[in-house]
């Protein structure tokens, strides 16, 4: 069965370093996301990405988030300058439709732990 | 706008017998409704999904959900749990304007030999 993959799986980082989570969603889907999980809260919706654009973003995804597609393969999440806030487990998804009419196919997350 | 409330952080079932996670939504829309579950270490898998089709919704692994309008309810159930159910479980709602996913905080899932 077709799979997000996410890595790394686990990532510590300094306060103030940058870090790339990566993504390589399912081939054929057209439209990606990224969600994150802070330890004992909700999943929340960062931004949704189709053709090359960000098409839908939260207040969570301010300047110091940025999106990309470098390759027609990956997906990333670029945190600029990390907080201890940035602290979470981040989840990517893609899909078919935008509409989850299949449902979104989730990757296993990448849990960042800023120090 | 739409929000969503499991209604135990906690469920603790012995194996064989059932399972009910409650889910109660909030719509200003007719929504679609989702369950997902996270098993340890493992990323979010769709287990079923109400999109104002049937309101009996049958799932994966012996899963299933009741779309209930007059008491904004998905609530989830199992007839018989079994010891690889043990996971957590969230109810999730799509926002119908911008299709985000509006999720609810969890529901861990134990269950006892």
């Known amino acids: 069965e077709p799979e997000v993959t996410q890595t790394p799986s686990h990532q510590v980082t300094q306060m103030g370093q940058e870090v790339i989570l990566r993504c390589v969603p399912i081939?054929?889907?057209?439209?990606f996301y990224w969600y994150r999980q802070i330890l004992g809260q909700k999943v929340e919706f960062l931004v949704s990405?189709?053709?090359?654009?960000?098409?839908?973003k939260s207040e969570i995804f301010d300047d110091q988030f940025s999106v990309e597609r470098p390759d027609g393969s990956n997906f990333t999440l670029k945190i600029r300058s990390t907080k201890l806030e940035d602290s979470a487990m981040y989840f990517c998804a893609s899909s078919e439709t935008p509409d989850q009419l299949d449902g979104y196919t989730f990757g296993s997350g990448t849990r960042l732990t800023v120090v | 706008a739409q929000s969503v409330t499991q209604l135990d952080s906690h469920v603790s079932v012995s194996e064989g017998t059932p399972v009910l996670l409650r889910c109660n939504y909030s719509?200003?829309?007719?929504?679609?409704l989702f369950w997902y579950v996270q098993h340890p270490n493992k990323g979010l898998q769709l287990l079923l999904k109400y999109t104002s089709a049937a309101t009996l919704v049958k799932g994966i692994n012996g899963f299933e959900a009741e779309f209930k309008k007059s008491e904004t309810s998905f609530h989830l159930t199992k007839p018989s749990a079994h010891m690889s159910d043990a996971a957590e479980y969230f109810c999730?709602?799509?926002?119908?304007?911008?299709?985000?996913?509006?999720w609810g905080a969890g529901t861990k899932l134990i269950i006892k030999p």
């Open positions: 990405f189709y053709n090359n654009e960000i098409s839908e």
């Open positions: 999730v709602v799509s926002a119908r304007s911008n299709y985000q996913l509006i």
């Open positions: 719509s200003s829309y007719s929504p679609s």
């Open positions: 081939s054929n889907h057209l439209y």
